[in-house]
């Protein structure tokens, strides 16, 4: 059976078309705040004219790091989010969004440690690729190692993405388990979802941007600095929670759709 990308995007966006209201109410709170707060309160600092590459990388090193304690209740949140979305897109008796919000939260743990199992692979995986391929001093060799840490993270992320509604809709409460399953469920179909995501990306990112140019120019001419910073957070915080949002539901139809394969 052939994975089927159009059916996948159709079963998506007619679930939030009919889960609009409940749908949006979690994905601003937990998905569209967050991102607000970053990019308000936050800014990433700007690199000085001049500055080595060196001194920049040194430079978001230190902003990532004096975020962690913001950062790690901002990705609860965004699991928790995620996870409820699951259970309003899965769930038949049609839960309230409090119920979605219980049972997000009952597998909030199971889902933090498949991140953190897939998160401590990749990086040991991946440390280990670079550290064989830069022994060589090369350049050309280290890029290569890139590429090849690139592609690592790539099929991982692809073919664990159906972890979410693994752990909500099968109901599977051992993180092992579940990314086993969702490896399973995703089995030989790794390039088309790839191809898949990646088009739903772009075109997310298309939208962003002409967004930006619509709302931002006349804010740009007419109002401040500072307006047209808010301005701009708005847009690019409501473009990230749609995407989040979007793509929750179709991870959740891709599970629907593969999962009886699988089986």
Request: hydrophobic content about 60%; charged content about 10%; aromatic content about 8%.
């Amino acid at each position: 059976m052939k994975f089927d990308s159009m059916l996948a995007w159709k079963q998506a966006s007619a679930a939030v078309k009919s889960n609009r209201d409940v749908l949006l109410a979690i994905a601003g709170v937990c998905f569209l705040l967050p991102s607000l707060v970053l990019q308000l309160f936050f800014p990433q600092p700007e690199p000085n004219a001049g500055m080595s590459e060196q001194a920049i990388m040194e430079l978001a090193s230190n902003y990532y790091l004096s975020l962690i304690p913001v950062l790690i209740p901002i990705l609860v949140l965004q699991a928790l989010g995620t996870l409820s979305l699951v259970e309003l897109l899965t769930d038949r008796s049609r839960p309230t969004v409090g119920e979605a919000m219980k049972t997000g939260a009952r597998s909030i743990v199971t889902y933090l440690l498949a991140q953190l199992i897939l998160g401590l692979f990749v990086g040991i995986v991946g440390g280990l690729i670079l550290a064989i391929f830069s022994l060589a001093s090369v350049p050309a060799l280290a890029s290569l190692g890139l590429a090849v840490v690139f592609a690592l993270v790539a099929v991982v992320v692809v073919r664990s993405s159906v972890t979410a509604p693994v752990i909500v809709a099968d109901r599977l409460r051992n993180p092992i388990e579940a990314l086993r399953r969702a490896f399973a469920v995703t089995r030989g179909h790794g390039l088309r979802l790839f191809v898949f995501y990646l088009l739903v990306f772009i075109a997310f990112m298309v939208i962003a941007i002409v967004l930006g140019l619509i709302v931002g120019i006349p804010v740009n001419l007419l109002g401040s600095a500072e307006t047209a910073r808010v301005v701009t957070a708005i847009v690019s915080s409501t473009v990230n929670a749609l995407l989040a949002l979007y793509f929750v539901a179709i991870v959740v139809a891709v599970h629907r759709q593969l999962s009886a394969e699988s089986a």
